[in-house]
Structure formats: C-alpha cells, structure tokens
C-alpha cells in the first residue's frame, strides 16, 4: 500500500486547516498512515516530515512494517506522554492538531501543560475522511475477507445440528476462520436462536438450535487488516408462512436499497429506500437502527447510512446494507451484504445464499 501517498493527501488537508503539524493517536489511524499494526505508537505528521514516536519492544517490527519511516524509540522509564511532548516541540511547529475523538482529556491537558509556548488545535475526522475511499488494494483485501467469510459459513452450516447452542455456534465460527487463514472474526459474532433473534446485538448463550425454528447469524472475518460483516437466517425447521412473508419484505427493502446505491447519491436517501418498504407494510417500527456503515480497517467506519444522513456516496466506499424487523417473543429477521460503490453504481462484495430456500441448515 502506498503509505507515503496518504500521508501527503493527509498534509494538504493540515496545511488548509492552518495547522503546522498533526499529532495521530488513533491505533488504526496510525496504521492506515504508515502500516505499523502494533500499538502505544504515535505518528507526528508535520510538514516536510512524518516520525513515528514508539518504544522498544517494536524496534524490530517497526523496521519490518514501516521500512520508510523514521522512528523515535522511547526507553524504559520515561512515559509516552513525556515523549510526545518532548518530539512535538523539537519539530518546531506552532499550532498542531490532535485527534480529539481519540486523544483523552488527561493526555490533552498534560501535551498543554508541557507545551506551553504551542498552540493545541482539536480536530475530528480528518484521517477517518480518506479511509471512507478504499484503494485498489483495500478493496481487494476486504473481498478476500469476505471470501473467507462465505467459507467460514459453508462449513458451520454443513455442521449444524439441533444440539449446537448460539455459544457453541461461536465458537465454530472463530475457529473455522482461523483455519482457514484469517487473523480472526471482525467482532465478537451474534447467534441468536428463535425469539433471541429479536435481540439485535445479542450474545450467544447456551440456548440450543432446537429450541427455536430458526437462528440469526451475525458475523464477519478479518483477513489480517480489513473485515467484512455479514447477517444471515438459517432455518432448521419448516418454514412457516409468517416467516416466509417477512423474510421476504426484508429481502425486497435490502435490495431497493442496493438498487439506489451509486455516487452522489445521500446516505439518509439510501436509508430511505429500504425504510419505505418496511414502513409501507407496517413494521417501520420494528426497524430501529440505522440501515448500514463503513467497513475497513474497522466494523463501524464512515460513512452511516441512516435516516437523515447528509452525506453523499462517493466510489471507493465500502458499506453494509442490514435491513431488520425484530419482533419480541417471536425473532428477527436481518440480511446484511457488504457493498462497494463504483464509478456508476455498486457491486454486492458478498457472496453467501440469502434466498430463504437456500438458509436451510445442514
């Protein structure tokens, strides 16, 4: 990936801030700018230079990861706060910015108490901007994370068994993910069987697949960097008519909402497409979340498809569309893709069955 190429876009966007510097605290800000995947690292963004501020037990990695990059390594004994301050006042700006969605309040006022003589100037979302517009490479990774999704599911479907319980469930998708190369789940991953499927951020208990007619799975895979996050039903009983019907509806609002997904277009219109349908059959209010975000380094980045949004849809970003109706005492149904927008409109990056004829567990 062409680090130095973000860190130049990321300078202009400093310069019109009327800043000298930046300080980026951000874990994954840090590694979207410089490929560093450790941690208690800071990167110093000033005008003609960038140096990473880190400490010892990465001084093999960070050669290895950010061959390009000065680093300064702090010693034992001497604490990251001092380290920071003592870097950003040998760099000789006046004004830098700091991440202020990321940087605490106690670490904000002891920079100013030891920075004096510079002006401290929060900023939001300036880094969180350029990665809402994945490159080639991000794309590419993101689909082979959800490829290796698609595979992880194969597997726990072929192995469904009315004995499996929502925590058991889990635990396989973890494991199979691992298997087969993937650093991990993007998130902790939601089973919920029957009525739990009403819970939309429900943890899996010890309920059992055989206590309910069907099960809401809710998972994802990072590849090594980027995730994926999808939502599927898998039904291990008949399917009755009540659940054909609104499945269905659910299906019909995901896909008008994939329909209307191209550049320019707002992210509250393309929230609405999918909340129409549900609203016109009556279940508006069984839908209480926003329809979709950002995925990429993160599960929750920019942009937020939901109602209201201001924003427009630019090519290069990547975004879930997740359409639900939850019903308490009997379940819920949510069908969730991840989709790329493309210079004239977008293109579903997950592959994974979601007809309800072919959800049959087993």
């Known amino acids: 990936m062409n680090y130095a190429a973000r860190r130049d876009k990321l300078r202009r966007i400093v310069r019109k801030q009327g800043l000298d510097a930046l300080l980026v605290t951000d874990a994954f800000n840090v590694t979207y700018l410089t490929g560093f995947t450790g941690d208690s690292t800071y990167l110093v963004l000033a005008a003609d230079a960038s140096r990473l501020l880190s400490d010892e037990r990465f001084t093999l990695q960070l050669e290895e990861e950010c061959p390009d990059l000065e680093a300064s390594l702090r010693g034992a004994g001497k604490s990251l706060l001092d380290f920071a301050a003592e870097h950003l006042r040998a760099c000789g700006a006046r004004r830098i910015g700091f991440e202020a969605d990321a940087l605490t309040v106690t670490l904000r006022s002891g920079l100013a108490d030891r920075l004096p003589e510079i002006?401290?100037?929060?900023?939001?979302?300036?880094?969180?901007a350029l990665r809402a517009i994945k490159d080639r490479e991000e794309v590419a990774r993101i689909r082979r994370a959800c490829e290796l999704a698609r595979r992880t599911f194969e597997v726990v479907r072929a192995r469904w068994t009315p004995d499996l319980t929502e925590r058991e469930a889990a635990a396989e998708?973890?494991?199979?993910?691992?298997r087969f190369g993937a650093r991990g789940l993007s998130f902790p991953p939601i089973v919920g069987v029957g009525p739990r499927a009403a819970l939309p951020h429900g943890r899996p208990t010890d309920q059992r697949v055989a206590e309910g007619d069907f099960t809401l799975i809710d998972w994802g895979v990072q590849e090594g960097l980027y995730v994926s996050d999808l939502t599927r039903i898998?039904?291990?009983?008949?399917?009755?008519?009540?659940?054909?019907?609104?499945?269905?509806?659910?299906?019909?609002?995901?896909?008008s909402a994939i329909a209307a997904i191209r550049p320019g277009v707002s992210?509250?219109?393309?929230?609405?497409?999918?909340?129409?349908?549900?609203?016109t059959a009556g279940y508006g209010k069984q839908f209480g979340h926003g329809l979709g975000h950002g995925i990429g380094l993160q599960v929750h980045e920019l942009p937020r498809l939901s109602r209201g949004q201001p924003g427009t849809l630019s090519a290069g970003m990547v975004v879930t569309v997740e359409p639900g109706i939850y019903l308490p005492g009997w379940g819920g149904i949510r069908i969730e893709d991840d989709v790329l927008v493309t210079r004239d409109g977008c293109e579903v990056l997950t592959s994974v069955p979601k007809q309800l004829d072919e959800c049959v567990a087993g």
């Open 267 to 279: 992210c509250g219109d393309v929230d609405a497409a999918a909340r129409n349908v549900l609203e």
């Open 173 to 178: 998708l973890e494991y199979q993910a691992r």
């Open 119 to 128: 002006g401290l100037q929060p900023t939001s979302g300036l880094v969180e």
């Open 234 to 255: 898998l039904v291990h009983s008949k399917i009755s008519p009540k659940l054909r019907r609104l499945y269905d509806l659910v299906l019909q609002a995901q896909q």
